[in-house]
């Protein structure tokens, strides 16, 4: 399997390279030019022909809409000054939240107890 964390960060580094150093011709440069409300504009399109995709048969038209998809969301990053670390903290926050709200309910019904009053 090919290692995602590298892929994404690769593509991040041309990205905050182009922001950087902005090279004429370049869809990045001219999507930091433009601003955020054509960043946006641009996630919304893509979000949709991943949806449209999705409902398709080709299996690489939606690997490539996915990949514009996460182009998109990394410029966004880019121009909101967002990293992956960012993301990863997030990310982990989420499931150590998630894994404490398992533990809790595991708990409960070990306890076959509810946080349900019934009263007859």
């Known amino acids: 399997m090919t290692d995602l964390g590298n892929a ?19 869809y990045t440069s001219y999507l930091f030019k433009k601003g955020e409300d054509k960043i946006l504009k641009k996630i919304g399109e893509e979000t949709t022909e991943v949806i ?33 670390n960012d993301i990863c903290e997030e990310l982990k926050a989420r499931r150590q939240k998630e894994n404490m709200n398992v533990e809790k309910e595991a ?14």
């Open 8 to 26: 994404l960060i690769t593509e991040f580094d041309v990205i905050l390279n182009r922001r950087k150093n902005p090279s004429e011709g370049s």
């Open 52 to 84: 449209i995709a999705a409902k398709g048969n080709s299996k690489d038209e939606l690997i490539g809409e996915i990949c514009d998809v996460l182009f998109h969301i990394e410029v966004l990053m880019a121009e909101k000054n967002l990293s992956w």
């Open 107 to 120: 708990k409960r019904k070990a306890e076959n107890r509810t946080d349900e009053t019934n009263i007859n």
